[in-house]
């Protein structure tokens, strides 16, 4: 597993499809230089929406590459460049069915946790131009995944994903994406993925609400 490459970006304007204008930072830009990573951000990168993106429990987005020509495939376009999702590290040999939240990995010279899967939002689908882009997100559950940081440090495009530890093996973000799609098919799967203390408090309040 390895980081193909590193994506950066600040909020910009851009024209809304309904006349209207839309600030966002999804357009970022490929870095091959080493870039510091912080607890809740990556150096130089400044999500638009601070709401719903970055954070401490969302300072790195993960979009595998691996899923990028079947997008290609399933809508009919040429193949999307790296960091099409938004995404700040476009990665290789690591899916949806293999990162577990609460893994613990180093990357260069930081060490991270998987904290929560990512649900699409609507400037994902007007960055992809298909107002149906959400679901069809989530019912190919490629959505990719956020990282929190627990040591700082420099990464860089190439370095190698090495996994420290694996607490919560039953919990890979496929099937937390599931979970939070249907969350009253399994009700007792549900409570237990809001019981899991690495995930994040957002995904928890979302999984409890739910339930009510």
Known sequence: MKILTIQIGVPQNYPGSR?????????RNTTLEPVHLFKDHLDGDQPSNTKAHGGVEKAVNIYPVEHYPFWRDTLNMPLPENG????????????????????????????VQVSQPRQPCSTLAWRWGNPDFIRLVNEAG??????????EGRVQAG???????????????????ATILHPR?????????????ALSPAWVMSLTAALR
């Open 159 to 177: 370095d190698e994903i090495v996994q420290q530890s694996r607490p919560f093996p039953e919990w890979t973000i496929a099937k937390a994406n």
């Open 84 to 111: 099409s999702f938004g995404e700040n590290f476009t990665t290789e040999g690591w899916l949806e069915e293999e990162a577990c939240i609460g893994d613990i990995y180093q990357i260069g010279e930081a060490f």
């Open 19 to 27: 006349g209207n204008t839309i600030t966002t930072s999804i357009y």
């Open 185 to 197: 098919a399994d009700v007792a799967a549900t409570r237990a993925l809001a019981e899991c203390p």
């Open 142 to 151: 490629r959505t990719g995944w956020y990282l929190r940081v627990q040591t």
